[in-house]
């Protein structure tokens, strides 16, 4: 009895650890992030609408969204991968050299479902570093990779000195089939002044062409958040 008593107590304990890695990641779900945790879906001030691309830097698609960006007379915040900086740092130079604020989306995109603290901790400051040194500028942001913020990685963001956001408004534009009018439309259902919009200039592999429909998209995107009175930019100009 004693021997069932322990091993049932074990896994009590094993599971509310469990619970308390993973709890933090609900706010992964937009209606409860935007209602109770509005820092962490980076809500900024009423007159601006930030702009942020996931998954880069990759050395074909980005460029693209570089040219457009500056014919648009916009800046983002382009939260990248610290092993693709690695591979391609010139990529996140000439981002930074144009004005735009480079953020941590982690060293790889890999969820942290399970509690891994050292590496965790690790891995953030590895990607911050890398960052860095690419971009000549110390990240202030960390967005986690598919918005999946665990307690463990909440440590490690405040260890690395990084400020977790996710976002408000997002295009789903990671789907291949999806249309320009999709992307736009999606966006444009959720935001108001004071958003954060997730959008993505390349995939997490560097595969696929769902960029281009993102790319077509953007510039309806920004011509409608200036109609309706909001400024467009970076989340450095967002708060």
């Known amino acids: 009895m004693r021997s069932v008593t322990v091993a049932t107590g074990a896994a009590v304990g094993l599971a509310t650890l469990g619970l308390a890695h993973i709890g933090p990641a609900a706010s992964w779900l937009p209606p409860l992030r935007d209602r109770l945790m509005p820092g962490l879906a980076a809500r ?7 702009l942020t691309f996931d ?21 983002a915040t382009f939260f990248v991968l610290g092993a693709r ?15 735009h604020e480079i953020a941590v989306h982690g060293w790889t995109h890999e969820p942290q479902w399970l509690p ?29 990779p598919f918005g999946v913020l665990t307690t463990g990685l909440w440590r490690a963001a405040r260890r690395a000195e990084l400020r977790p956001v996710l976002w408000g408004a997002w295009g ?68």
């Open 172 to 239: 789903k534009d990671w789907e291949e089939q999806r249309s320009v009018a999709e992307v736009r439309e999606t966006v444009l259902g959720s935001v108001r002044g004071g958003t954060t919009v997730l959008l993505h200039d390349t995939a997490p592999d560097g595969r696929g062409d769902a960029w281009r429909t993102t790319l077509a998209a953007v510039p309806g995107i920004v011509e409608s958040c200036r109609g309706a009175g909001w400024d467009v930019g970076s989340l450095a100009e967002h708060f």
């Open 55 to 75: 998954d880069g830097p990759d050395p074909v698609s980005t460029p693209y969204f570089l040219d457009l960006l500056d014919e648009l007379g916009v800046r």
């Open 85 to 99: 900086v690695a591979r391609h740092p010139e990529v996140v130079a000439e981002t930074a050299a144009r004005g």
């Open 116 to 144: 891994h603290p050292q590496r965790d901790v690790t891995e953030l400051r590895l990607a911050r570093d890398v960052v860095e040194q690419a971009s000549g500028a110390q990240p202030t942001w960390f967005r986690p």
């Open 44 to 50: 900024g001030r009423a007159g601006h609408v930030a």
